[in-house]
């Protein structure tokens, strides 16, 4: 009888991913994961009663995710913190 290879297999060489599995690589949580396949950009399959992802759907999600910039709202805030700050240190007499 042969044995099954011990050499874990590396995930982008997997046909299908478990969700977990998925999210992890993805740096994303399971629910995303399903937000991105309602959205039409992550492909799911079931392979025996088990809920999957397909390899290849989530390799071109990472290589077309769009590089991040900050948004005017992320500046806000921090212009928001940055005030507070200030304002706690002048009421301490600082």
Same mark, same amino acid.
């Given at each position: ?14 046909? *299908? ?7 992890? *690589?993805?740096? *994303? $949580? ?5 937000? +991105?396949? #309602?959205?039409?950009?992550? +492909?799911? #399959? ?24 900050? +948004? $005017? ?8 913190? *940055?005030?507070?700050?200030?304002? /706690?240190? $002048?009421?301490?007499? /600082?």
């Amino acid at each position: 009888m042969s044995e099954l290879p011990t050499t874990p297999i590396h995930w982008r060489d997997r046909p *299908v991913l478990p969700t977990k599995l998925a999210a992890e *690589v993805s740096g *994303v $949580s399971i629910a995303s994961l399903y937000r +991105q396949a #309602k959205l039409g950009h992550l +492909q799911f #399959k079931s392979v025996a009663g088990r809920t999957m992802i397909d390899t290849a759907s989530l390799i071109n999600l990472l290589d077309n995710a769009v590089d991040w910039t900050p +948004q $005017s709202r992320t500046k806000a805030a921090t212009a928001i913190r *940055v005030a507070k700050r200030a304002a /706690e240190r $002048s009421a301490r007499g /600082e």
